[in-house]
Each structure stands twice: as structure tokens, then as C-alpha cells.
């Protein structure tokens, strides 16, 4: 599937075979995990194609630890109870 792909990415806990894959230049292996990956992947997209994106354009760098969005990001990478 990744070589299908004009632009693949991998998040941070990829297995070692998708690893392995990046390092010949198959895809781009992110520092981040879920929610987060998928944020930091179109910030790798945009900056790619000559974007430039200022601090205020990254959603986090707005937010203080009891806004609504943050919360919600951070409940949404949660792993479900058992």
C-alpha cells in the first residue's frame, strides 16, 4: 500500500519492515502517533511544496492544556479501557 503512494507516511510506532522501507526512500517515518502523526504529516506536506508556515498556523502552539480542541485531541489518542 505504501508504495502505492505519491507521499506515504508511517507513524512513529511502525513495524520494523516499514522501517526498513523508509530507509530506501519508500516513506516518510514520523516522530508522531495518531492524531498527532496525521497533523505533522501535512505539516511535512505543506513545508515539501514551499509552504511557510508560521507558529500560529500549528493549532498546539495556540492552545493552553484546558482548551476544548486539546482536550479532544488528547481523548481521541487514547487507547480504550478494558
Same mark, same amino acid.
Given at each position: 500500500?505504501?508504495?502505492?503512494?505519491?507521499?506515504?507516511?508511517?507513524?512513529?510506532?511502525?513495524?520494523? *519492515? @516499514?522501517?526498513?522501507?523508509?530507509?530506501?526512500?519508500?516513506?516518510?517515518?514520523?516522530?508522531?502517533?495518531?492524531?498527532?502523526? &496525521? %497533523? $505533522?504529516?501535512?505539516?511535512?506536506?505543506?513545508?515539501?511544496?514551499? *509552504? @511557510?508556515?508560521?507558529?500560529?498556523?500549528?493549532?498546539?502552539?495556540?492552545?493552553?492544556?484546558?482548551?476544548?480542541?486539546?482536550? &479532544? %485531541? $488528547?481523548?481521541?489518542?487514547?487507547?480504550?479501557?478494558?
Amino acid at each position: 500500500m505504501l508504495e502505492a503512494c505519491d507521499y506515504a507516511y508511517a507513524t512513529s510506532g511502525c513495524s520494523q *519492515v @516499514v522501517r526498513q522501507f523508509a530507509k530506501k526512500g519508500g516513506c516518510h517515518v514520523l516522530k508522531q502517533y495518531r492524531q498527532a502523526a &496525521l %497533523l $505533522e504529516a501535512i505539516h511535512h506536506r505543506l513545508r515539501s511544496d514551499g *509552504v @511557510v508556515l508560521s507558529k500560529s498556523s500549528i493549532p498546539s502552539s495556540r492552545l493552553h492544556s484546558g482548551h476544548l480542541i486539546q482536550k &479532544l %485531541l $488528547e481523548v481521541a489518542d487514547r487507547r480504550p479501557s478494558i
